[in-house]
């Protein structure tokens, strides 16, 4: 069975910092999706990136980047210049099959002290 | 922002009421979800559908059901609503095809509390 672990149930960056958060996976398919979605308080959740499986090369969206290593089944975020608008909970997600259906991970909590 | 609305955002009623949770997308999608969620908490998916005249159970166990007559609206119901029932619900659409790589799109949620 597909299985997605986040470790870190609360982490904590200055303003202006880098913070990494990390997602490892289990999964005997080969090829398949893997997302990270931010909830912020009490508002909606918004995609913040995503990476295919078969693609070597890391996902990045402005602040926000990946570290996908596929042979140890690891997804980490990593998130450069903090700010105080980056605070939510972080969810990583992964899909194999044509149905988008999302198996998501416990979350982790970002706190971003000014 | 997307274009998926849920309503009542928030939901306090007694033991026993029906109930129904609207969800409405106006993106066309032909894929919706339900998800439900505790505080704090990791989402599991509870239904979702392929399309008009679709749905499927997800992978977490519920006694509410769906329906999917139009395609811009996924309806959740419960018909007899028990304390066990409060959780914070979300609805989620994706454009369809073959990739399963098309981002999921969720609404503000439904804070359900069942007394």
């Known amino acids: 069975a597909q299985t997605v672990t986040q470790s870190q149930p609360e982490m904590s960056v200055q303003e202006a910092e880098t913070v990494t958060l990390s997602c490892t996976y289990d999964t005997s398919e080969s090829d398949y999706y893997l997302f990270w979605y931010k909830q912020p308080p009490s508002r909606q959740m918004i995609l913040v990136i995503r990476q295919e499986a078969y693609k070597q090369q890391n996902a990045t969206e402005n602040r926000f980047s990946v570290n996908f290593q596929k042979a140890a089944k690891s997804f980490s975020l990593k998130i450069s210049d903090s700010q105080l608008g980056d605070a939510a909970m972080y969810f990583c997600?992964?899909?194999?099959?044509?149905?988008?259906?999302?198996?998501f991970g416990q979350g982790t909590t970002l706190q971003v002290k000014p | 922002e997307a274009d998926i609305y849920q309503t009542p955002r928030y939901l306090v009623i007694g033991t026993g009421k029906k109930i129904t949770l609207e969800c409405s997308q106006t993106m066309g999608h032909d894929k919706m979800y339900w998800y439900q969620q505790d505080p704090g908490m990791e989402l599991h998916l509870i239904h979702y559908s392929y399309g008009v005249n679709s749905t499927e159970k997800g992978d977490l166990s519920s006694e509410s059901t769906v329906s999917r007559i139009r395609t811009e609206h996924f309806p959740l119901t419960l018909e007899s609503a028990r304390p066990s029932h409060t959780s914070q619900y979300l609805c989620a659409s994706s454009e369809g095809g073959g990739a399963g790589n098309q981002p999921q799109h969720f609404g503000d949620g439904t804070r359900l509390s069942i007394l």
């Open positions: 997600a992964y899909t194999y099959s044509n149905t988008g259906k999302l198996i």
